[in-house]
């Protein structure tokens, strides 16, 4: 007999692309969405949110981080007893916060797939896991219905400490680039006299751009990322500063310390060959 899985929010891009995964891995998936058209002839639509899970073995929210606390007060008591409810969000305090106040029938999964609608496998993927009750258990399930992928296991607010680095300062630093090259009248012009750090730089802005905007304000609205932008200011504005007083010294000096501690945690000739690749691969497309 097929396990039974809910996903909430399955209209949206992770909806549907889990959707699709767990179909494919023998699923029944049934599917609610109260803002986006579900899509899918594998995916059986759900009139109401309560109505979606009294039956499921597996819920899964695909939500809005904003809305995730609520609809998990909402349909942890009504859910049957032994199902597994795995959220999915960007942020993990405050989802960490409801999942322990359900009710102990009801088993917490808090992941965070660090990958985007695009992928066709997951193996190899990274997914973090975020402990509530039992950690050992809750990765253990986890693995099993994400066989392949590669698991991290963090606390809640670590998570978002780290997260505020790795997809928030991200998307504030390429939401910005691409409306300021959005405004480039001459763009044409530009790709054509441009290089290689920026053919990689537009490609990476443009791709994060086709995120609903919706996505992207929830990732920069972290509250962790406030420190890691202030730090961004601040050096920003030392940086202008400095250029502009011609203090030539400490520019240079800030470069060599910037690259002196990189280069005892990474390969930075590696780097810039991947990177060459990158563009190649690129250019032939």
């Given at each position: 007999?097929?396990?039974?899985?809910?996903?909430?929010?399955?209209?949206?891009?992770?909806?549907?692309?889990?959707?699709?995964?767990?179909?494919?891995?023998?699923?029944?998936?049934?599917?609610?969405?109260?803002?986006?058209?579900?899509?899918?002839?594998?995916?059986?639509?759900?009139?109401?949110?309560?109505?979606?899970?009294?039956?499921?073995?597996?819920?899964m929210l695909c939500t809005p981080t904003?809305?995730?606390?609520?609809?998990?007060?909402?349909?942890?008591?009504?859910?049957?007893?032994?199902?597994?409810?795995?959220?999915?969000?960007?942020?993990?305090?405050?989802?960490?916060?409801?999942?322990?106040?359900?009710?102990?029938?009801?088993?917490?999964?808090?992941?965070?797939?660090?990958?985007?609608?695009?992928?066709?496998?997951?193996?190899?993927?990274?997914?973090?896991?975020?402990?509530?009750?039992?950690?050992?258990?809750?990765l253990t399930i986890a693995k099993n219905?994400?066989?392949?992928?590669?698991?991290?296991?963090?606390?809640?607010?670590?998570?978002?400490?780290?997260?505020?680095?790795?997809?928030?300062?991200?998307?504030?630093?390429?939401?910005?680039?691409?409306?300021?090259?959005?405004?480039?009248?001459?763009?044409?012009?530009?790709?054509?006299?441009?290089?290689?750090?920026?053919?990689?730089?537009?490609?990476?802005?443009?791709?994060?751009?086709?995120?609903?905007?919706?996505?992207?304000?929830?990732?920069?609205?972290?509250?962790?990322?406030?420190?890691?932008?202030?730090?961004?200011?601040?050096?920003?504005?030392?940086?202008?500063?400095?250029?502009?007083?011609?203090?030539?010294?400490?520019?240079?000096?800030?470069?060599?310390?910037?690259?002196?501690?990189?280069?005892?945690?990474?390969?930075?000739?590696?780097?810039?060959?991947?990177?060459?690749?990158?563009?190649?691969?690129?250019?032939?497309?």
């Amino acid at each position: 007999m097929k396990k039974a899985i809910t996903i909430i929010g399955v209209g949206g891009q992770m909806g549907q692309w889990f959707a699709k995964y767990f179909s494919d891995n023998d699923f029944q998936v049934t599917g609610y969405d109260e803002e986006n058209k579900i899509k899918g002839k594998h995916i059986t639509q759900a009139d109401s949110l309560v109505g979606a899970i009294l039956k499921a073995d597996y819920v899964m929210l695909c939500t809005p981080t904003r809305k995730t606390p609520e609809i998990i007060r909402l349909i942890a008591k009504e859910m049957k007893r032994g199902t597994f409810l795995i959220e999915i969000s960007s942020e993990k305090t405050k989802a960490v916060s409801s999942l322990t106040k359900m009710p102990t029938k009801i088993n917490p999964i808090c992941i965070h797939p660090m990958f985007g609608p695009g992928i066709k496998n997951i193996k190899g993927q990274n997914i973090i896991s975020v402990p509530v009750r039992d950690a050992k258990k809750e990765l253990t399930i986890a693995k099993n219905l994400f066989e392949g992928a590669n698991f991290v296991t963090i606390d809640a607010s670590e998570h978002d400490k780290k997260i505020a680095v790795i997809l928030g300062l991200t998307h504030l630093l390429n939401l910005v680039f691409a409306n300021i090259i959005s405004k480039d009248e001459k763009i044409a012009l530009t790709e054509k006299m441009s290089g290689t750090t920026f053919r990689v730089q537009k490609t990476l802005a443009e791709s994060i751009m086709t995120e609903s905007p919706e996505l992207i304000e929830t990732i920069i609205a972290n509250p962790e990322i406030r420190r890691v932008a202030e730090d961004l200011w601040k050096d920003v504005g030392r940086l202008l500063t400095a250029v502009q007083e011609s203090k030539t010294e400490e520019v240079i000096n800030y470069i060599n310390t910037c690259k002196e501690r990189l280069s005892s945690k990474t390969d930075l000739e590696a780097s810039y060959k991947k990177l060459t690749k990158m563009v190649n691969a690129i250019e032939k497309k």
